[in-house]
C-alpha cells in the first residue's frame, strides 16, 4: 500500500510538471498529451538516430580493418617485389662480372 502511495505521489508531481511546462509554452503546447506527445516522437527520433549512427559506426569500423587488411596485403607485395628486384640486381651484376 505504502509503494502504491508513493507512485500516485510521484505522478502527481509529474502531472504538475506537465502542467507548469504547458503553462510556461501555451503557444507550443495546447494539453499535457501534446507534451507527452512530443516526447515520445522526439525519444523515437532519438532512438532511430542512435541506432543509424551505431550502424554508420560499425560500416566505419568494418571498412577500416579492410582498408587495413588491404594495405597489409600491398605492403607485403611491394616487400615481396624489392626483394625480386634487389634478386634480380644481384643476378645481373654477377653476370656482368663474369663477362668482365
Known amino acids: 500500500m505504502e509503494k502504491l502511495?508513493?507512485?500516485h505521489e510521484s505522478l502527481k508531481k509529474y502531472e504538475e510538471y506537465l502542467r507548469e511546462v504547458k503553462e510556461?509554452?501555451?503557444?507550443s503546447f495546447n494539453?499535457?498529451?501534446e507534451i507527452i506527445g512530443k516526447y515520445?516522437?522526439?525519444t523515437k527520433i532519438y532512438n532511430d538516430l542512435k541506432m543509424e549512427e551505431d550502424k554508420i559506426r560499425q560500416k566505419?569500423?568494418?571498412e577500416a580493418e579492410d582498408f587495413k587488411?588491404?594495405?597489409q596485403t600491398l605492403e607485403s607485395n611491394?616487400?615481396?617485389i624489392i626483394s625480386e628486384t634487389a634478386e634480380i640486381?644481384?643476378?645481373i651484376k654477377v653476370n656482368k662480372n663474369n663477362l668482365i
Do not use: S, V
Not at 24 to 27: G, I, L, N, S, V
Open 60 to 62: 566505419m569500423k568494418q
Open 78 to 80: 611491394i616487400n615481396k
Open 89 to 91: 640486381q644481384k643476378k
Open 5 to 7: 502511495k508513493l507512485i
Open 40 to 42: 515520445e516522437n522526439l
Open 69 to 71: 587488411k588491404r594495405k
Open 31 to 33: 494539453d499535457i498529451g
Open 24 to 27: 510556461k509554452h501555451p503557444d
